[in-house]
Protein backbone atom coordinates (compact mmCIF):
# COMPACT_ATOMS: atom_id res chain seq x y z
CA UNK A 1 0.00 0.00 0.00
CA UNK A 2 1.00 3.45 -0.73
CA UNK A 3 2.15 5.56 1.97
CA UNK A 4 -0.65 8.17 2.81
CA UNK A 5 0.84 11.64 2.99
CA UNK A 6 -1.16 14.25 4.78
CA UNK A 7 -0.82 17.45 2.68
CA UNK A 8 -2.26 19.86 5.91
CA UNK A 9 1.20 20.70 7.72
CA UNK A 10 0.54 21.43 11.49
CA UNK A 11 1.66 24.60 12.97
CA UNK A 12 4.50 23.61 14.98
CA UNK A 13 3.77 24.04 18.94
CA UNK A 14 4.76 26.80 20.63
CA UNK A 15 7.59 26.59 22.93
CA UNK A 16 9.90 27.61 25.60
CA UNK A 17 12.83 30.51 23.66
CA UNK A 18 15.45 28.31 26.34
CA UNK A 19 16.73 24.78 27.49
CA UNK A 20 17.77 24.14 30.84
CA UNK A 21 21.25 23.86 32.23
CA UNK A 22 20.77 23.43 35.89
CA UNK A 23 18.01 22.13 38.32
CA UNK A 24 16.90 22.64 42.19
CA UNK A 25 15.18 19.64 43.45
CA UNK A 26 11.26 20.92 45.48
CA UNK A 27 9.78 19.24 47.97
CA UNK A 28 5.91 17.55 47.80
CA UNK A 29 4.30 17.20 51.67
CA UNK A 30 1.19 15.99 53.50
CA UNK A 31 -1.73 17.88 54.02
CA UNK A 32 -0.90 17.01 57.31
CA UNK A 33 2.30 18.44 57.46
CA UNK A 34 1.47 21.60 56.05
CA UNK A 35 -1.72 21.76 58.64
CA UNK A 36 1.05 21.90 61.30
CA UNK A 37 3.30 24.18 58.89
CA UNK A 38 0.70 27.02 58.50
CA UNK A 39 -0.64 27.38 61.77
CA UNK A 40 3.08 27.87 62.95
CA UNK A 41 3.24 30.37 60.64
CA UNK A 42 0.49 32.15 61.79
CA UNK A 43 -1.97 31.45 59.02
CA UNK A 44 0.85 34.23 56.84
CA UNK A 45 2.26 32.84 54.16
CA UNK A 46 5.41 34.93 53.89
CA UNK A 47 5.93 32.98 57.29
CA UNK A 48 6.60 29.89 55.98
CA UNK A 49 9.93 28.13 55.34
CA UNK A 50 10.68 27.58 51.32
CA UNK A 51 11.27 24.17 52.24
CA UNK A 52 7.81 23.48 53.10
CA UNK A 53 6.65 25.40 50.17
CA UNK A 54 5.98 22.69 46.83
CA UNK A 55 5.42 25.30 44.10
CA UNK A 56 6.31 28.92 45.04
CA UNK A 57 3.94 31.34 43.28
CA UNK A 58 4.14 34.24 46.70
CA UNK A 59 5.63 36.42 44.22
CA UNK A 60 7.85 37.26 40.78
CA UNK A 61 10.69 39.10 42.43
CA UNK A 62 14.00 37.81 42.62
CA UNK A 63 12.94 34.64 42.02
CA UNK A 64 13.68 34.15 38.13
CA UNK A 65 16.25 31.97 36.98
CA UNK A 66 19.34 33.76 35.21
CA UNK A 67 20.99 32.73 32.23
CA UNK A 68 24.21 30.95 31.26
CA UNK A 69 25.29 34.67 30.37
CA UNK A 70 24.46 36.35 32.96
CA UNK A 71 26.47 34.00 35.51
CA UNK A 72 29.37 34.43 33.09
CA UNK A 73 28.87 38.24 33.62
CA UNK A 74 28.83 37.74 37.11
CA UNK A 75 32.16 36.34 36.54
CA UNK A 76 33.20 39.26 35.43
CA UNK A 77 31.90 41.98 37.55
CA UNK A 78 34.53 44.47 39.05
CA UNK A 79 34.45 44.83 42.67
CA UNK A 80 36.43 48.31 42.88
CA UNK A 81 34.78 50.87 45.26
CA UNK A 82 34.37 53.41 42.59
CA UNK A 83 34.01 53.74 39.41
CA UNK A 84 34.01 49.66 38.44
CA UNK A 85 33.26 48.85 34.96
CA UNK A 86 30.40 46.93 36.09
CA UNK A 87 29.24 50.39 37.06
CA UNK A 88 29.33 51.41 33.94
CA UNK A 89 27.88 48.01 32.06
CA UNK A 90 24.91 49.40 34.24
CA UNK A 91 24.84 52.62 32.59
CA UNK A 92 25.33 51.84 29.04
CA UNK A 93 22.32 49.16 29.20
CA UNK A 94 20.08 52.12 30.96
CA UNK A 95 20.94 54.54 28.54
CA UNK A 96 20.76 52.32 25.69
CA UNK A 97 17.72 50.29 26.49
CA UNK A 98 15.73 53.01 28.46
CA UNK A 99 17.16 55.88 27.24
CA UNK A 100 18.26 58.19 30.75
CA UNK A 101 21.62 59.60 31.19
CA UNK A 102 21.71 59.83 34.51
CA UNK A 103 21.26 57.02 37.49
CA UNK A 104 22.48 55.89 40.94
CA UNK A 105 22.32 51.63 41.76
CA UNK A 106 19.98 51.11 44.91
CA UNK A 107 20.02 47.64 46.13
CA UNK A 108 16.42 47.00 45.33
CA UNK A 109 13.16 49.00 44.26
CA UNK A 110 12.40 50.01 47.39
CA UNK A 111 15.58 51.74 48.33
CA UNK A 112 15.35 53.34 45.20
CA UNK A 113 12.18 54.54 45.96
CA UNK A 114 13.16 55.76 49.62
CA UNK A 115 16.28 57.78 48.04
CA UNK A 116 14.47 59.46 45.36
CA UNK A 117 11.74 60.44 47.56
CA UNK A 118 14.07 61.59 50.26
CA UNK A 119 14.89 64.56 47.77
CA UNK A 120 10.97 64.82 46.22
CA UNK A 121 8.42 64.03 48.90
CA UNK A 122 7.61 66.32 51.81
CA UNK A 123 4.55 65.83 54.82
CA UNK A 124 1.11 67.13 53.03
CA UNK A 125 2.48 66.56 49.64
CA UNK A 126 -0.21 64.39 47.31
CA UNK A 127 1.23 61.84 44.81
CA UNK A 128 -1.23 60.93 42.22
CA UNK A 129 -0.72 58.15 39.48
CA UNK A 130 -2.54 55.01 38.69
CA UNK A 131 -2.09 52.28 41.55
CA UNK A 132 0.49 52.80 43.69
CA UNK A 133 2.68 50.04 44.34
CA UNK A 134 2.64 48.86 48.14
CA UNK A 135 6.46 49.78 49.14
CA UNK A 136 5.95 52.90 47.28
CA UNK A 137 2.42 54.01 48.93
CA UNK A 138 4.41 52.92 52.32
CA UNK A 139 7.36 55.36 50.94
CA UNK A 140 4.73 58.24 50.26
CA UNK A 141 2.54 57.91 53.57
CA UNK A 142 5.96 57.20 55.91
CA UNK A 143 6.83 60.68 54.89
CA UNK A 144 2.91 61.81 55.65
CA UNK A 145 1.95 62.44 52.19
CA UNK A 146 -0.87 61.25 50.25
CA UNK A 147 -0.89 58.76 47.45
CA UNK A 148 -3.90 59.83 45.04
CA UNK A 149 -4.66 56.86 42.67
CA UNK A 150 -6.59 57.68 39.96
CA UNK A 151 -6.66 54.31 38.12
CA UNK A 152 -9.33 54.09 35.03
CA UNK A 153 -12.65 52.51 36.60
CA UNK A 154 -12.60 49.83 34.34
CA UNK A 155 -9.95 48.27 36.11
CA UNK A 156 -11.86 47.66 39.04
CA UNK A 157 -14.76 45.19 37.22
CA UNK A 158 -12.59 42.10 36.95
CA UNK A 159 -15.11 40.84 34.24
CA UNK A 160 -14.56 43.66 32.36
CA UNK A 161 -12.05 42.91 29.17
CA UNK A 162 -10.20 46.03 28.54
CA UNK A 163 -6.68 46.37 26.89
CA UNK A 164 -4.94 48.55 29.16
CA UNK A 165 -6.72 48.26 32.85
CA UNK A 166 -3.49 50.15 34.14
CA UNK A 167 -4.33 53.23 32.86
CA UNK A 168 -4.77 56.13 34.61
CA UNK A 169 -7.83 58.34 33.88
CA UNK A 170 -7.49 61.78 32.75
CA UNK A 171 -10.32 63.35 34.23
CA UNK A 172 -9.40 61.83 38.10
CA UNK A 173 -6.01 63.13 37.67
CA UNK A 174 -6.38 66.98 35.62
CA UNK A 175 -8.70 67.06 39.04
CA UNK A 176 -6.00 66.26 41.57
CA UNK A 177 -3.68 68.28 39.55
CA UNK A 178 -6.81 71.18 39.28
CA UNK A 179 -7.36 71.27 43.05
CA UNK A 180 -4.21 70.37 44.97
CA UNK A 181 -1.68 71.20 41.97
CA UNK A 182 0.77 73.39 44.58
CA UNK A 183 1.03 69.87 46.66
CA UNK A 184 2.18 67.40 43.82
CA UNK A 185 5.57 66.90 43.42
CA UNK A 186 5.28 64.56 40.95
CA UNK A 187 2.77 62.46 39.17
CA UNK A 188 3.73 58.43 38.73
CA UNK A 189 2.70 55.95 36.66
CA UNK A 190 3.36 52.13 37.67
CA UNK A 191 3.79 50.10 34.33
CA UNK A 192 2.86 47.33 34.47
CA UNK A 193 0.04 48.21 37.46
CA UNK A 194 0.80 45.77 39.63
CA UNK A 195 -2.32 46.29 42.09
CA UNK A 196 -4.80 46.36 39.27
CA UNK A 197 -3.42 43.14 38.19
CA UNK A 198 -0.13 43.40 36.35
CA UNK A 199 -2.10 45.28 33.77
CA UNK A 200 -0.23 47.40 31.56
CA UNK A 201 -0.52 51.55 30.69
CA UNK A 202 -0.90 51.98 26.82
CA UNK A 203 1.53 54.71 24.68
CA UNK A 204 -1.44 56.97 24.67
CA UNK A 205 -1.96 57.20 27.80
CA UNK A 206 1.44 58.06 29.12
CA UNK A 207 1.42 60.66 26.49
CA UNK A 208 -1.74 62.09 28.04
CA UNK A 209 0.01 61.77 31.63
CA UNK A 210 3.16 63.83 29.92
CA UNK A 211 0.98 66.54 28.68
CA UNK A 212 -0.77 66.74 31.67
CA UNK A 213 2.43 67.61 33.75
CA UNK A 214 3.76 69.66 31.23
CA UNK A 215 0.69 71.96 31.13
CA UNK A 216 0.82 71.66 35.75
CA UNK A 217 4.93 71.68 35.33
CA UNK A 218 5.18 68.62 36.80
CA UNK A 219 7.59 65.76 36.92
CA UNK A 220 6.69 62.14 35.79
CA UNK A 221 8.34 59.23 37.61
CA UNK A 222 7.66 55.81 36.37
CA UNK A 223 7.58 52.88 38.46
CA UNK A 224 9.73 50.58 35.96
CA UNK A 225 9.22 46.95 37.40
CA UNK A 226 7.67 45.61 34.79
CA UNK A 227 8.13 47.37 31.97
CA UNK A 228 9.39 45.16 29.48
CA UNK A 229 6.12 43.12 30.03
CA UNK A 230 4.21 46.69 29.36
CA UNK A 231 5.71 46.71 26.37
CA UNK A 232 4.76 43.13 24.86
CA UNK A 233 1.17 44.03 25.51
CA UNK A 234 1.40 47.61 23.61
CA UNK A 235 2.99 45.57 21.02
CA UNK A 236 0.51 43.14 20.84
CA UNK A 237 -3.06 45.00 21.76
CA UNK A 238 -2.33 48.57 21.04
CA UNK A 239 -2.90 50.22 17.32
CA UNK A 240 0.40 51.21 15.31
CA UNK A 241 2.92 48.81 17.61
CA UNK A 242 2.97 45.91 16.12
CA UNK A 243 5.60 46.18 13.76
CA UNK A 244 7.86 48.06 16.18
CA UNK A 245 9.74 46.09 18.44
CA UNK A 246 10.52 45.61 22.02
CA UNK A 247 13.48 47.65 22.49
CA UNK A 248 11.23 51.04 20.39
CA UNK A 249 8.16 50.40 22.46
CA UNK A 250 10.33 50.88 25.36
CA UNK A 251 12.01 54.16 24.38
CA UNK A 252 8.93 55.51 23.34
CA UNK A 253 7.42 54.43 26.87
CA UNK A 254 9.80 56.29 28.58
CA UNK A 255 9.99 59.10 26.44
CA UNK A 256 7.37 60.34 28.48
CA UNK A 257 8.52 60.31 31.92
CA UNK A 258 11.70 62.67 33.71
CA UNK A 259 12.73 59.39 35.95
CA UNK A 260 12.23 56.15 36.79
CA UNK A 261 12.70 53.86 39.32
CA UNK A 262 13.39 50.48 39.24
CA UNK A 263 12.82 47.08 41.12
CA UNK A 264 15.32 44.72 38.49
CA UNK A 265 14.26 41.72 40.66
CA UNK A 266 11.45 41.24 38.31
CA UNK A 267 12.06 42.58 34.49
CA UNK A 268 15.66 42.39 34.47
CA UNK A 269 15.99 38.85 35.80
CA UNK A 270 18.07 39.26 38.95
CA UNK A 271 17.58 38.01 42.39
CA UNK A 272 18.60 41.61 43.84
CA UNK A 273 19.05 44.97 42.62
CA UNK A 274 17.56 48.13 42.05
CA UNK A 275 18.29 51.64 40.10
CA UNK A 276 16.99 55.26 39.83
CA UNK A 277 17.64 56.75 36.50
CA UNK A 278 17.05 60.54 35.52
CA UNK A 279 17.23 63.27 32.54
CA UNK A 280 18.28 65.86 35.24
CA UNK A 281 22.05 66.06 36.50
CA UNK A 282 20.74 68.51 39.35
CA UNK A 283 18.18 65.58 40.34
CA UNK A 284 20.90 62.83 40.21
CA UNK A 285 22.99 65.16 42.28
CA UNK A 286 20.67 65.65 45.31
CA UNK A 287 19.68 61.98 44.87
CA UNK A 288 23.41 60.99 45.35
CA UNK A 289 23.48 62.65 48.79
CA UNK A 290 20.35 60.40 50.18
CA UNK A 291 22.22 57.31 47.75
CA UNK A 292 25.79 57.90 50.01
CA UNK A 293 23.65 58.05 53.19
CA UNK A 294 21.14 55.11 52.62
CA UNK A 295 22.50 52.75 49.98
CA UNK A 296 26.48 53.20 49.15
CA UNK A 297 28.75 55.29 46.93
CA UNK A 298 27.14 56.26 43.91
CA UNK A 299 28.87 53.63 41.46
CA UNK A 300 27.88 50.50 43.59
CA UNK A 301 24.61 51.76 45.62
CA UNK A 302 23.93 48.47 47.42
CA UNK A 303 25.00 46.35 45.06
CA UNK A 304 28.17 44.03 44.44
CA UNK A 305 29.97 44.67 40.99
CA UNK A 306 29.01 40.94 39.94
CA UNK A 307 25.61 42.11 40.71
CA UNK A 308 25.17 45.14 38.19
CA UNK A 309 26.80 43.02 35.79
CA UNK A 310 24.34 40.30 35.43
CA UNK A 311 21.89 43.28 35.86
CA UNK A 312 22.57 44.81 32.89
CA UNK A 313 22.46 41.40 30.69
CA UNK A 314 19.46 41.29 32.30
CA UNK A 315 18.17 44.29 30.77
CA UNK A 316 18.72 42.71 27.15
CA UNK A 317 17.46 39.36 28.09
CA UNK A 318 14.28 41.22 29.69
CA UNK A 319 13.52 42.84 26.97
CA UNK A 320 13.87 39.83 23.94
CA UNK A 321 10.26 39.40 22.28
CA UNK A 322 10.90 35.77 22.86
CA UNK A 323 11.79 35.49 25.94
CA UNK A 324 8.70 37.90 27.29
CA UNK A 325 6.45 35.63 24.37
CA UNK A 326 7.82 32.71 26.46
CA UNK A 327 7.16 34.28 29.82
CA UNK A 328 3.55 36.01 29.58
CA UNK A 329 2.30 32.49 27.42
CA UNK A 330 2.88 31.07 30.65
CA UNK A 331 1.09 32.98 32.56
CA UNK A 332 -1.67 33.03 30.21
CA UNK A 333 -2.11 29.59 30.08
CA UNK A 334 -2.52 29.44 33.82
CA UNK A 335 -5.08 31.66 33.47
CA UNK A 336 -6.92 29.78 30.51
CA UNK A 337 -6.63 26.78 32.60
CA UNK A 338 -8.49 28.31 35.45
CA UNK A 339 -10.78 29.44 33.04
CA UNK A 340 -11.56 26.51 31.83
CA UNK A 341 -13.10 25.49 35.24
CA UNK A 342 -14.83 28.56 35.75
CA UNK A 343 -12.92 30.51 38.27
CA UNK A 344 -13.23 33.80 38.21
CA UNK A 345 -10.27 36.23 37.59
CA UNK A 346 -9.30 39.35 36.75
CA UNK A 347 -9.35 39.69 32.91
CA UNK A 348 -7.92 39.98 30.67
CA UNK A 349 -5.14 37.66 32.57
CA UNK A 350 -1.83 40.24 33.49
CA UNK A 351 1.73 39.95 33.08
CA UNK A 352 3.30 38.67 35.82
CA UNK A 353 0.65 36.23 37.45
CA UNK A 354 -3.20 35.21 37.43
CA UNK A 355 -4.75 37.42 39.77
CA UNK A 356 -7.53 35.46 41.18
CA UNK A 357 -11.12 37.09 42.26
CA UNK A 358 -10.97 36.17 45.73
CA UNK A 359 -14.49 38.17 46.64
CA UNK A 360 -16.79 36.19 43.60
CA UNK A 361 -14.76 32.94 44.80
CA UNK A 362 -15.43 32.89 48.56
CA UNK A 363 -18.78 34.98 48.87
CA UNK A 364 -19.64 33.26 52.12
CA UNK A 365 -16.44 34.75 53.79
CA UNK A 366 -16.86 38.10 54.81
CA UNK A 367 -14.43 40.85 53.75
CA UNK A 368 -13.37 41.93 57.09
CA UNK A 369 -12.75 37.88 57.86
CA UNK A 370 -10.32 38.78 54.33
CA UNK A 371 -11.10 36.43 51.96
CA UNK A 372 -8.15 36.10 49.79
CA UNK A 373 -6.13 36.02 52.73
CA UNK A 374 -8.18 32.68 52.92
CA UNK A 375 -8.34 31.67 49.53
CA UNK A 376 -4.40 31.52 49.63
CA UNK A 377 -4.05 29.16 52.96
CA UNK A 378 -6.82 26.86 51.47
CA UNK A 379 -4.93 26.71 48.41
CA UNK A 380 -1.88 26.19 50.37
CA UNK A 381 -3.32 23.20 52.64
CA UNK A 382 -4.31 21.27 49.05
CA UNK A 383 -1.62 21.61 47.54
CA UNK A 384 1.50 22.84 48.58
CA UNK A 385 1.38 25.85 46.44
CA UNK A 386 2.07 29.12 48.20
CA UNK A 387 0.36 32.54 46.31
CA UNK A 388 -0.08 35.81 48.09
CA UNK A 389 -2.97 38.15 49.52
CA UNK A 390 -3.47 41.01 47.58
CA UNK A 391 -6.54 42.54 49.24
CA UNK A 392 -7.21 43.99 52.57
CA UNK A 393 -4.46 42.97 54.68
CA UNK A 394 -2.06 44.29 52.19
CA UNK A 395 -4.05 47.34 51.78
CA UNK A 396 -3.61 48.16 55.49
CA UNK A 397 -5.39 50.52 58.11
CA UNK A 398 -5.86 54.60 57.00
CA UNK A 399 -3.09 56.21 58.23
CA UNK A 400 -5.03 58.67 60.03
CA UNK A 401 -8.08 57.21 61.20
CA UNK A 402 -6.75 53.72 61.70
CA UNK A 403 -9.43 51.90 60.07
CA UNK A 404 -9.02 49.06 58.39
CA UNK A 405 -9.19 49.53 54.44
CA UNK A 406 -11.44 47.39 52.36
CA UNK A 407 -10.26 47.30 48.55
CA UNK A 408 -12.26 47.19 45.63
CA UNK A 409 -10.59 44.51 44.56
CA UNK A 410 -9.79 41.27 46.95
CA UNK A 411 -7.42 38.96 44.76
CA UNK A 412 -5.22 35.79 45.38
CA UNK A 413 -2.33 36.70 43.19
CA UNK A 414 -0.73 34.01 41.71
CA UNK A 415 2.75 35.03 40.75
CA UNK A 416 4.59 33.07 37.98
CA UNK A 417 8.74 33.32 38.56
CA UNK A 418 10.78 33.65 35.05
CA UNK A 419 12.23 30.86 33.48
CA UNK A 420 11.74 28.72 36.22
CA UNK A 421 8.51 26.80 36.41
CA UNK A 422 7.08 24.12 33.42
CA UNK A 423 3.84 23.85 32.53
CA UNK A 424 3.16 20.56 34.73
CA UNK A 425 3.48 22.91 37.64
CA UNK A 426 0.59 25.49 36.62
CA UNK A 427 -1.40 22.10 35.68
CA UNK A 428 -1.10 21.15 39.86
CA UNK A 429 -1.68 24.81 40.47
CA UNK A 430 -5.02 24.82 37.80
CA UNK A 431 -6.49 21.93 39.22
CA UNK A 432 -5.75 22.16 43.15
CA UNK A 433 -7.85 25.31 42.84
CA UNK A 434 -10.58 23.79 40.92
CA UNK A 435 -10.86 21.40 43.91
CA UNK A 436 -11.31 24.47 46.24
CA UNK A 437 -13.59 26.19 43.86
CA UNK A 438 -15.95 22.85 43.81
CA UNK A 439 -16.25 23.03 47.57
CA UNK A 440 -16.24 26.59 47.87
CA UNK A 441 -19.65 26.75 49.24
CA UNK A 442 -18.63 24.80 52.38
CA UNK A 443 -15.97 27.59 53.39
CA UNK A 444 -17.46 29.85 55.34
CA UNK A 445 -14.75 31.20 58.14
CA UNK A 446 -11.63 33.01 57.60
CA UNK A 447 -9.68 34.88 59.93
CA UNK A 448 -8.96 37.23 62.44
CA UNK A 449 -5.55 39.23 63.14
CA UNK A 450 -3.75 38.99 66.31
CA UNK A 451 -0.24 40.71 65.86
CA UNK A 452 0.44 43.50 63.30
CA UNK A 453 2.76 46.14 62.37
CA UNK A 454 2.65 49.44 62.11
CA UNK A 455 3.03 49.87 58.44
CA UNK A 456 3.30 47.33 55.92
CA UNK A 457 1.67 44.54 58.19
CA UNK A 458 1.27 41.89 55.28
CA UNK A 459 4.99 40.53 55.60
CA UNK A 460 4.22 39.66 59.54
CA UNK A 461 0.87 39.67 60.53
CA UNK A 462 -0.60 36.72 62.60
CA UNK A 463 -3.73 35.53 62.52
CA UNK A 464 -6.47 32.94 63.48
CA UNK A 465 -9.43 31.05 62.70
CA UNK A 466 -12.34 33.67 63.00
CA UNK A 467 -14.67 30.88 64.51
C1 LIG B 1 8.65 45.13 43.40
C2 LIG B 1 8.17 46.47 43.14
C3 LIG B 1 8.64 47.57 43.87
C4 LIG B 1 9.60 47.44 45.03
O1 LIG B 1 10.76 46.82 44.66
P1 LIG B 1 11.61 45.86 45.62
O2 LIG B 1 12.74 45.45 44.75
O3 LIG B 1 10.74 44.75 46.05
O4 LIG B 1 12.06 46.69 46.77
C5 LIG B 1 8.15 48.81 43.53
N1 LIG B 1 7.24 48.97 42.56
C6 LIG B 1 6.78 47.93 41.83
C7 LIG B 1 5.78 48.17 40.75
C8 LIG B 1 7.21 46.66 42.11
O5 LIG B 1 6.71 45.64 41.41
Same mark, same amino acid.
Given at each position: /? ?29 ? !? ?28 ? *??? !? ?113 ? &? ?12 ? @? ?34 ? @? ?21 ? /? ?7 ? /? ?14 ? /? ?6 ? &? ?12 ? #? ?33 ? *? ?14 ? *???? +??? !? ?11 ? &????? !? ?43 ? #? ?14 ? +? ?8 ? +? ?20
Amino acid at each position: /MLYHFNHNNMELPFAESYKMKMVEPIRKSTR !AEREVWIKQAGYNLFGLKSEQVFIDLLTDS *GTG !AMSDRQWAAMMMGDESYAGATSYFNMKNAIREILGFEYYLPTHQGRAAENVLFSVLVKEGDVVPGNSHFDTTKGHIEFRKAKAVDCTIDEAFDTTLVHPFKGNVDEEKLENVLKT &QGEKVPFIIVTVTC @NSSGGQPVSVENLKMVRRLADKYGKIVVFDSARFAE @NAYFIKLREEGYKDKTIREIVLE /MFSCADVMT /MSAKKDAIVNMGGFIA /MRNKELHA &QASVFNIVFEGYIT #YGGMSGRDMNALAQGLYEGTDFEFLETRIRQVEYL *GNRLMEFGIPLQQPIG *GHGV +FVD !AKRFLCNVAKEEF &QAQKL !AVELYLESGVRGVEIGAILADRDPLTRENRFPALEFLRLAIPRRV #YTNNHMDVVAVALKNL +FDRRETIRKG +FRIVHEAPIMRHFTVTLEHAD
